[in-house]
């Protein structure tokens, strides 16, 4: 209890602070400890005219680039409602995923608040707009291909979202939603688009949520939920059914997920009294859902503090952090140790 209260008192001081390398939290137990992770320093090299904005959503094409789903101009109102008109830059950005230069860009005039993206396996882009209360799915160029909720009408029935957060995609084309800031629940549909069945409501208990923000599918299509406001991954079977959950006093509000081969890949978010953010860890969780990599605030590197609001991990598992404080995409590289 005491080393948890130092650990809470270090961080609201801003004594711990963003991490350079990502390394093993402990030897043994069989985690291993050959991996570290580095930072590839420079590697976004976007037009010096763009303005990403808030990079709020991120994934991986099959061509193994990275796709952004940002902000431009774009700010969450602290006070009012939504903004009512689309952003005029665009929105989503595929880019290179060697040297960071842009490859395609598209997406004006189409998003009023962009969060969540994923990319499926024929290669579309799938994202959430919770100023629409929608959940959009386009071609890899930009073709509108599904779209499920009603334009600037939140609900709570299987044809409204209220502020939806994020989508996973199964193998057969159905699809889960986190329907999110407003509702606390997930989704399940079919290929199609047609509602089958959802799970869970506001609360801090086992199926119950405060905010699921981020949503992840495993090789066995279990569902992997970032419970943002109640610091904690939930895991569920198929069919909605609670497995476990991950928890811990240490961690920050949980605001992604993403589960590749074999690990479970997360960011979080600390604030001192829910207001002044105190940096974010990247975790990598193993099968038993033990902590194996930890690194971010809780690390030594004296580098500026970030906020990860979104997260994506490529074939290499080299790891891609959407950074909504410095309002950039963080690469990071897997290197072996010699």
């Known amino acids: 209890m005491l080393k948890k209260t130092i650990y809470f008192l270090l961080i609201a001081s801003g004594a ?124 890899h160029e930009g073709k509108l291909l599904m779209k499920l909720g009603i334009a600037k009408t ?61 949503i992840s599918l495993d090789e066995q299509e279990n569902v992997y939920v970032a419970d943002r406001e109640n610091n904690r991954i939930q895991l569920f079977d198929s069919t909605g059914k609670f497995i476990k959950q991950f928890s811990d006093d240490s961690f920050g509000a949980m605001c992604a997920v993403s589960f590749v081969n074999s690990k479970l890949f997360a960011v979080d978010d600390f604030t001192f009294l829910k207001v002044k953010h105190r940096g974010s860890d990247l975790f990598i969780f193993d099968t038993l859902g033990q902590v194996q990599i930890r690194a971010g605030r809780s690390g030594n590197y004296k580098g500026p503090v970030s906020w990860y609001h979104a997260l994506a991990i490529d074939s290499d598992e080299n790891i891609y952090t959407g950074d909504i404080m410095n309002n950039t995409i963080q690469k990071f590289r897997k290197v072996p140790l010699k």
């Open 154 to 214: 939140a609900g709570n029935d299987s044809l409204h979202f209220d502020r939806p957060t994020d989508v996973a995609i199964a193998r057969d084309g159905s699809f889960y939603v986190s329907d999110g800031y407003g509702n606390s629940r997930i989704i399940k549909f079919s290929a199609t688009g047609n509602y089958l069945f959802e799970w869970g409501k506001k609360g801090s208990r086992e199926s119950e949520f405060n905010i699921p923000h981020g």
């Open 16 to 139: 711990l602070i963003a991490g350079f390398f990502l390394q093993p939290i402990k030897k043994g137990n069989g985690i291993n400890t050959s991996i570290r992770y580095e930072p590839v320093q420079n590697w976004l090299h976007l037009p010096g005219d763009l303005k990403l904005g808030n990079p709020t959503g991120l994934g991986v094409d099959t061509n193994g680039n990275v796709v952004i789903f940002c902000r431009g101009n774009r700010t969450w109102p602290l006070l009012g409602s939504m903004p009512d008109k689309p952003i005029q830059h665009k929105t989503i950005y595929i880019v290179d995923k060697n040297n960071g230069t842009l490859i395609n860009s598209w997406g004006s005039n189409l998003f009023i608040m962009p969060h969540g993206l994923k990319v499926d396996r024929e290669n579309n882009i799938w994202v959430t707009d919770v100023g629409l209360h929608q959940v959009l799915k386009f071609s």
